[in-house]
C-alpha cells in the first residue's frame, strides 16, 4: 500500500465530506432533498449531470472493454455519446415542464391514476438496483486493488460512504460531489491521453499501428467481431445505449434541479459537450491500456477488465498519476451510487409512500423521513446484490439497466408527450411489457446462462440467444403501451390538450 494512493485518496474523500457537511445546512425542505430546490444554473446542472452520467461503466468498464475487445468496446461509448441527442429532442424540455420531483410525477401530470404512479416506481427502482450493482462492483474491485483488502469489505466501504451523502445532503451534496468530481475526472482523462499520446510520439496512426500487434486478436482488433460476433446483439445492445439514457431515472431527476425547460435544455448541451470529450478520450486509455499493460495483467487485476485505467496510470505515469485516478474513480463511483440512491428513494418515499399509501397528505417531515429511511434500504440492497457479482464486467451490468430504462420507461414518455389518444392502461401496459420482457430475455439469455464455466453466472445453455435483449423488449415496450390503449375505453383528449400546452410552454406548472 503506497502512501501516496492514501493521502490522495483521503483528501478526495474529505472534500466530498465537507461538500456534504456545507450542502446539509441548507437542505431543509423536501424540495431541497429531492431537487436542490431548483436553484441550479445550466453550467452546473450540466456539470452534475455529465458527473451522474459518466459512471464506473464509463470510466473503469470502457477502458477494460476497449483494451480487451478492442473495437467491440468503444461501442459503449458510441451509444453513450449518441443518447444524449435523444435526451436533447424529445424529453428534456417536457419534463421539466411537466414534472415536479420524480419520472412518476411528470406521467401523471396527465394520468393521475395510483397504478401508474406504482409502476413508475417500480420501474425505477428495478433500474436503479441494475445501475447500483454496477458502480459497486467496479468501486469494490478498485478499493480491493489499492488496500489490498477483500472485496466485500470494500463494498461495505463506499456503500457507507454514498449512504452518508443522500442522508445529509440529499441533492444539493449530490449535485457539487457530481460538479467536482466531473471536473477532476475531465482533468485526469486529459492527463492519461496526453501521456499515451506522447509515448506514441503524437503520431495518432502510430497508435492504431502498435495495437495491431499489442494483443493476441492481431489486426482484428480493430475490427468489430471480437466480443460481438453477432450482427442482432449488437444491434440490440446499441438500440439500449442510445435509448436507454432518455429513460435513465437517476439522469431525469437531474432535470428538476433546474428553475425551468430553458435551463434544462442548457443544461443539456453543457452535459453532451463534457460527455463527447469524455467518450472520445476513452478510445486512448482503451488503446493504452492494451499496448502499455498488456491483456494479462488486466485481467489478472480483475476478471471484467475494470481495472485498466487505474493500470495503465500506474504505467505510464507511475505511483502520483496511478493515486490521482484511483481517487477520481472512487469519487466517480461515490458521486452516481448517491444519485441513484437519491433516485430510488424519491420513487418509494414521493411516488409509493406520499402519493399512494398516504394519498398526498404528508407532511414535509414525514415525506423527508421516508426518504432517508428509503435511501438506507436502497443501499442495503444494493450492497448485497453487488457481493455475489464480483467477476462481471460493469459496463455490460450497465448495458442491462439502459436496456430496462428503453423498454419500461422511454415508451411511456413519449406516448404521454406525443401520443393524443395515449391513456392510463396504455401507461401501465406499456410499462409492465417492457420492464418483465427485459427482465425474463434477460435472466434467459447468455449473460445469465453459459455452458463455459466461469463466463456467466450460471452454467448451461441459454435459452434467449442476445446478451442484451433491447430488440425485443423495447418494441414490446411500445406495442404494450398501443395495445392497452388500443384495447381500451378510456379517453381524456382534454387533459391531452392542457399537457401538450404544458410541455411545451411550462405554463400552469405550478398549478
Known amino acids: 500500500m503506497d502512501l501516496t494512493v492514501v493521502v490522495l485518496f483521503l483528501a478526495i474523500v474529505l472534500l466530498t465530506l465537507v461538500i456534504t457537511y456545507f450542502a446539509a445546512k441548507n437542505t431543509k425542505s423536501t424540495g431541497d432533498f429531492y431537487t436542490a430546490g431548483g436553484g441550479l444554473t445550466g453550467w452546473q446542472n450540466g456539470l452534475a449531470i455529465a458527473g451522474d452520467y459518466l459512471s464506473a461503466a464509463s470510466f473503469l468498464g470502457i477502458a477494460g472493454a476497449i483494451a480487451l475487445n478492442g473495437f467491440d468496446g468503444f461501442f459503449y461509448s458510441i451509444g453513450f455519446l449518441i443518447a444524449y441527442l435523444v435526451v436533447l429532442f424529445l424529453v428534456a424540455e417536457p419534463l421539466r415542464n411537466l414534472g415536479k420531483y420524480t419520472l412518476a410525477d411528470m406521467i401523471n401530470s396527465r394520468f393521475d391514476a395510483k397504478k401508474v404512479r406504482g409502476v413508475a416506481a417500480l420501474s425505477t427502482i428495478t433500474i436503479v438496483l441494475f445501475y447500483m450493482i454496477a458502480q459497486l462492483v467496479g468501486a469494490g474491485a478498485l478499493i480491493q ?29 449530490t449535485s457539487w460531489v457530481q460538479i467536482t468530481k466531473a471536473v477532476l475526472l475531465m482533468a485526469g482523462m486529459v492527463i492519461i491521453s496526453f501521456l499515451v499520446l506522447m509515448k506514441f510520439n503524437f503520431n495518432i496512426s502510430a497508435m492504431f499501428t502498435e495495437v495491431k500487434t499489442a494483443t493476441d486478436h492481431g489486426a482484428a482488433y480493430l475490427n468489430p467481431g471480437i466480443q460481438y460476433d453477432n450482427p442482432l446483439g449488437t444491434i440490440s445492445l446499441m438500440l439500449a445505449l442510445v435509448l436507454g439514457t432518455a429513460g ?36 486512448f486509455l482503451g488503446f493504452g491500456a492494451a499496448a502499455f499493460v498488456g491483456q494479462s495483467d488486466i485481467l489478472a487485476a480483475n476478471p471484467g477488465g475494470n481495472m485498466a485505467a487505474p493500470l495503465l496510470a500506474e504505467a505510464i505515469g507511475g505511483n502520483i498519476l496511478f493515486a490521482f485516478i484511483s481517487a ?22 414521493h411516488d409509493i409512500y406520499g402519493q399512494i399509501i398516504k394519498k398526498g397528505k404528508v407532511t414535509d417531515r414525514e415525506q423527508m423521513l421516508a426518504a432517508r429511511y428509503a435511501s438506507l434500504a436502497v443501499s442495503v440492497l444494493s450492497i448485497l446484490l453487488a457481493l455475489g457479482a464480483q467477476y462481471l464486467n460493469v459496463a455490460f451490468l450497465v448495458s442491462l439497466a439502459f436496456c430496462i430504462a428503453a423498454s419500461a420507461n422511454l415508451p411511456v414518455i413519449l406516448y404521454t408527450v406525443y401520443w393524443k389518444r395515449f391513456n ?19 435472466s434467459l439469455s447468455p449473460s445469465v446462462f453459459s455452458p463455459v464455466e466461469g463466463a456467466a453466472l450460471f452454467v448451461g445453455n441459454p435459452i434467449f440467444p442476445l446478451e442484451n435483449p433491447a430488440l425485443v423488449s423495447v418494441p414490446l415496450g411500445f406495442i404494450g403501451g398501443y395495445l392497452g390503449t388500443m384495447f381500451s375505453k378510456e379517453n381524456d383528449l382534454e387533459r391531452y390538450a392542457e399537457v401538450k400546452v404544458r410541455a411545451n410552454t411550462g405554463y400552469r406548472e405550478e398549478a
Request: glycine fraction near 8%; charge should be neutral.
Open 248 to 283: 435513465l431515472p437517476h439522469i431525469l431527476m437531474r432535470f428538476f434541479t433546474v428553475k425551468d425547460a430553458k435551463t434544462a435544455r442548457s443544461s443539456v448541451i453543457t452535459a453532451t459537450w463534457t460527455i463527447g470529450i469524455f467518450y472520445i478520450l476513452t478510445l
Open 145 to 173: 486493488l489499492l488496500f489490498e483488502i477483500d472485496y466485500w469489505i470494500a463494498v461495505l466501504i463506499v456503500g457507507v460512504m454514498m449512504t452518508i451523502y443522500v442522508l445529509f445532503g440529499g441533492m444539493m451534496a
Open 328 to 349: 477520481v474513480a472512487f469519487a466517480t463511483i461515490l458521486a452516481v451510487v448517491a444519485g441513484l440512491v437519491l433516485s430510488g428513494a424519491s420513487a418509494f418515499a
Open 424 to 442: 392510463t392502461t396504455g401507461a401501465v401496459s406499456a410499462m409492465l411489457s417492457g420492464l418483465l420482457s427485459a427482465l425474463i430475455l434477460v
